[in-house]
């Protein structure tokens, strides 16, 4: 005869057997994919919530992480210095960061399963400044916080979400200014079923910063342009652009850095003074194409000296038949260079083929008074020079 005891045993182990005794919702896998990461994670889906294991979730973030078990505590630090504490127990969490400290509530607990201790990675992630979506089956999150270093191995750190520059990171991270980047400019790339991070660059000035997202081509959509900032650490204020194809970035010459925006619709080149911040010019780029030829547009700024600019144009439609365009904003003068360049037979066929994208002027470098081009045909390069000055 079986006891009481022995009744309950027996069943329970046969409802084991039967499978009545699992959850009521049993864990699913799901694939994590993280931006610029080389592997994908496994996450837990555990009662209709996402789990990860806690280092594997903190250490993808660039967090670090620590976890003491008799208080079952964890306590994070980013990249940009904020502190992230987790009460396992008490199910809270506290953020401190720029000295300010808020308290959260997390939405679910986390637990400990085989001696793996998981957390809900929603909440987590986003706590510790990264982006998450989800894409049918899978999830991918984008981490915000990036480390940059410059030529002498400094690092700095760049919030992609809010533009925020830091010096150094973890508990060294000192606050710089604003970067003038944006989660907007960097989520109109995060499409598709593939993504690549912007590669970031970082040059410094005597009297500032200056930073370059470049986005490489990954499979699915060809990133075929950079955003560009200057911080002028005197004054603390960006000024920030959006290239394409083969623009150029910043140009120094003289204690001074040139430099292109289009804030608001608007194109304008800028002449700053690196060491104070002042600025030296500003020019509206279209009115400065306008001013030799009315029925020209703007496309891009290639160069400026003490005494010139270099900027392409185009006529109408035209938009690929880029023309270069010298102005000395000194005197006044206009310098039409494709007639400098070309000979006048040529310069027909080189506006009819530069609409398909076969020909095209592109600016190389300027020397000893010099401007060098490459001249693209089909697929032959020619350079082309010209002496714009003594």
Known sequence: MFG???????????????????????ADAYPVSIAGAAEALNAVNRDGVTYLPL?????SCGATVQWDAATRTITSRRLDGAELKLDMRQN??????????????????????????????RFVAESLGCVVEWKRDWIRIFPGLVKISDAAGQVYVLDQLNGRFYRGCYQQAEYIGESGFAWEQIAAHWQGEMFSPPQWQLDRTPGGYMLWAKYPTDGAILHDCDFTSYL?????KYYCCYY?????????ADGTIWLETNADEEWRIWQIDDASGAVRRSFNSEELCRGYAPDI??????????????????????YFCRQPLLYNYRTGEYVDLLPKLLPADQIEKFKFNALDQVDAMNFDHAAEGKLYFTYVQFRDEQTLVYQYRD
């Not at 637990?111 to 998981?118: E, L």
């Not at 002028?232 to 603390?236: F, I």
């Not at 003490?306 to 439609?317: F, K, V």
């Open 244 to 252: 394409r194809d083969d623009w150029p970035g910043f140009l120094t």
């Open 92 to 121: 809270t969490a506290e953020l401190t960061a720029q000295g300010q400290t808020a308290k959260l509530a997390m939405p679910q607990k986390g637990y400990i399963s085989a001696g793996v201790t998981y957390l809900p990675l």
């Open 232 to 236: 002028n650490a005197a004054t603390g």
């Open 55 to 59: 280092r594997q979730l903190f250490e």
């Open 4 to 26: 009481k005891r022995n009744v309950t045993a027996f069943l329970a182990a046969l409802l084991l057997l039967l499978g009545l005794a699992l959850p009521a919702r049993a």
């Open 297 to 318: 547009s703007f496309n891009d700024f290639c160069f400026a000296d003490d005494e010139w600019i270099l900027l392409r144009y185009h006529q109408g439609d035209a």
